[in-house]
């Protein structure tokens, strides 16, 4: 038995629903594809005791199947018009929380209970920000279902030495693997954006463990969330100014009480069996964590620095 919107569409026809017109401002491009939507849920991998965070929850089409997946959701959304079909799901469920606001100005960490899974479509202009403020922040997330734009898509996994190698890439792939990616069709939006978009799932390391080899991003050990933030620094002033070398962009960093001489740099460079004219896209991101620790940046597991 199908049941009726208040406007009169069929709720289970989700590519059918009727919602406000899309704000250029906020970025907005709803998902309307159906079997797009189910896989989405699927492939998040959502499990009875997961507590959901979605970011841009619009009128509710994705968070209907998370509510049903999941312990609770935390459904952000920005867009005031949307509040109505928010509280009227909420009044339905029992285990959502809707916050209404930008997501980037709320304090997550105090979100209760805490996030386990991040599972949005994400409008592009938060999506690097919020994906970036998650991984640091959010130690308890552990799984990200995200749809980007594929520009970024191909930039959170982006291999050295390629264009689109950035210090996104090295920060996402320290702290994460990613599980699959898939390309979405603008048809799959409305209104068409303009671009493809990329569906990617990817999963946090186990800090101070090493995956195994056969594992995609294996034989990588994640840092602790000391070290990630000392080396998001180091690479956030290397990625700064991406076309000159090491050698003359870390000179006069400083970290810890530790300051960067360009002997030093050089030094750190040979360590890794690279020249004094590396620069940043040449390094992968575990090579980025070993050069942190040869800088005395980083501290070993026995307590001293690398």
Request: charged share 25%; glycine share 8%.
């Amino acid at each position: 038995m199908t049941r009726s919107t208040e406007d009169g569409a069929d709720a289970n026809d989700w590519s059918r629903s009727l919602r406000p017109s899309a704000l250029r401002r906020y970025g907005q491009n709803h998902l309307v594809d159906a079997n797009i939507l189910r896989a989405i849920v699927c492939q998040a991998a959502i499990e009875p005791d997961d507590v959901v965070l979605e970011v841009g929850a619009a009128d509710g089409m994705l968070t209907r199947p998370l509510l049903e997946k999941g312990r609770l959701v935390h459904a952000f959304e920005i867009d005031r018009r949307f509040d109505a079909r928010l509280a009227r799901l909420a009044a339905e469920h029992v285990n959502l929380r809707v916050h209404h606001g930008d997501a980037l100005r709320h304090d997550l960490t105090a979100l209760d209970p805490e996030p386990t899974v991040l599972a949005a479509n994400l409008a592009y202009n938060i999506a690097i920000p919020l994906i970036m403020t998650s991984i640091a922040e959010l130690p308890s997330l552990r799984r990200w279902a995200v749809m980007v734009q594929k520009e970024l898509g191909d930039r959170l996994f982006a291999r050295p030495s390629t264009k689109a190698y950035s210090a996104v890439s090295v920060l996402v792939q320290l702290a994460c693997r990613r599980v699959e990616s898939r390309p979405v069709p603008p048809s799959a939006f409305r209104p068409r954006p303009r671009v493809d978009s990329s569906f990617v799932t990817f999963v946090r390391r186990q800090s101070g463990l090493e995956e195994s080899e056969g594992q995609a991003g294996g034989g990588q050990v994640a840092p602790s969330p000391a070290e990630y933030a000392a080396v998001a620094t180091l690479v956030r002033i290397g990625f700064g100014q991406r076309r000159k070398v090491l050698g003359n962009t870390l000179p006069g960093a400083v970290h810890a009480g530790v300051v960067l001489t360009r002997d030093a740099v050089h030094s750190a460079l040979a360590g890794l069996g690279l020249p004094p004219a590396t620069r940043p896209e040449e390094l992968a991101p575990q090579s980025w964590m070993d050069f942190a620790g040869l800088l005395g940046w980083v501290r070993t597991a026995e307590g001293g620095t690398q």
